[in-house]
């Protein structure tokens, strides 16, 4: 079974970060609510009774990325509050589970989807894998700030800046200058010392890349050649080069730059002190969102689950379990992020429409300069 983000920071959780005191496609952070989602943002929630009523018996299955993690009890409450008994299917990272729903759609693998980012769901929604549904859960407000303009069919569930994490002692032991920026990167004394993952199979991996389009703008395959020319290291997935490659105490990798979060470092915290840090001049903003599945068996019960992914007790348990930031306003994230996973003043993004029309091209281009 692969190790996943979520499995691993959850263990390391209850050491490190107790021990601080106490850890992803035409999404635009900046976009107004649609109409539709802002309309039923503000009309009532159906009643658990309602649900339970309706849904009492029946089975649903959530097709999520690998890295999806729920606490027990938070799930057994939703089971026991619609009396719905909830199954999950994993096909992979987010990259993966967006191949797997286009091949699958006509025969979907289950009745509703979460992990589908910013960075793949326009080829999802043109595909048609979704139909539309716009909940009326708690956090439905807050989830319309990153509504997909002229679509109904995803839901924002939570979000996070996708950025480069260092090794903090490793820089300091080696009196090598931490960098500052993508366009350190490709200087000769960060030879060999960077770890990433690929953007046709990572969503990391394409939110990486789409922040060197943002940054370089024509001359991205240049940078690109360049750190090939600094043996830049690739993987498949993000938990490769995140817990096989990182070179923090936790895993003792070989590379002290690797592809992660801004909200990663608080889980390599050891005694207080920090082993990490997001490079956050880096970054690029993923949004996570949930879908009912077109063609599903059980939509209702799909949408149920959408509801469920805005609630208080879902979103609260986000933070501590899946280390990326809940869509709603309400909830608290941990004290130890206002010091340690800060999130990006400005992150690097791509008008959603340039996404759609170019993401293809960039992934070939990508991987005819640097793996080919």
């Known amino acids: 079974m692969r190790i ?10 209850l050491t490190t970060l107790t021990l601080a005191a106490c850890s992803a496609d035409d999404a635009d952070p900046e976009a107004s609510p649609t109409a539709s989602a802002a309309e039923t943002a503000a009309s ?18 959530v097709v999520t990325h690998d890295s999806f993690a729920v606490p027990d009890e938070v799930l057994a409450a ?3 509050e619609t009396g719905l008994t909830v199954e999950f299917t994993a096909p992979g990272d987010a990259g993966a589970l967006v191949n797997q ?25 043109d595909e048609g894998v979704f ?4 909940s009326s859960a708690p956090a439905a407000a807050d989830a319309a700030e990153y509504a997909i303009s002229g679509s109904d069919a995803l839901t924002a569930i939570d979000y996070s800046d996708v950025c480069l994490n260092y090794d903090i002692a490793w820089f300091e032991d080696n009196g090598v200058d931490t960098p500052t920026g993508l366009g350190d990167l490709s200087e000769p004394q960060y030879a060999g010392l960077l770890s990433v993952t690929n953007p046709a199979t990572s969503s990391p991996g394409l939110a990486l890349l789409l922040a060197t389009v943002d940054e370089f703008g024509d001359g991205w395959q ?13 993987t498949p997935s993000w ?58 068996e059980n939509p209702a019960a799909g949408e149920a689950v959408i509801d469920w992914l805005l609630s208080d007790e879902f979103q609260a348990s986000v933070p501590d379990n899946m280390y990326v930031y809940p869509v709603s306003s309400s909830v608290d994230v941990p004290e130890a992020w206002a010091e340690y996973a800060p999130l990006a003043d400005s992150p690097h993004t791509i008008d959603p429409a340039e996404i759609s029309a170019h993401r293809d091209a ?11």
């Open 239 to 296: 938990s490769d080069t995140y817990f096989v490659d990182f070179s923090v105490p936790n895993y003792g990798g070989d590379y002290p730059l690797v592809l992660s979060y801004a909200s990663s470092p608080p889980s390599e915290v050891t005694d207080g002190e920090p082993t990490s840090a997001a490079l956050l001049d880096t970054c690029f903003r993923q949004v996570e969102y949930a879908g009912v599945l077109e063609g599903a």
């Open 4 to 13: 996943t983000r979520a499995t691993t920071y959850g263990a390391i959780a």
């Open 362 to 372: 960039y992934i070939s281009e990508w991987t005819s300069i640097v793996l080919d």
């Open 44 to 61: 009532p929630t159906a009643s658990a009774s309602d649900t339970a009523t309706d849904l009492a018996g029946q089975s649903v299955t």
């Open 101 to 125: 729903l286009v091949l699958t759609k006509d025969a979907p693998l289950g009745d509703v989807v979460y992990g589908v980012d910013n960075t793949f769901a326009s080829r999802a929604i």
């Open 78 to 80: 939703f089971e026991e």
């Open 222 to 234: 240049d940078y690109w050649r360049a750190l090939r020319e600094n043996d830049v290291r690739v």
């Open 131 to 134: 139909a539309d549904y716009a």
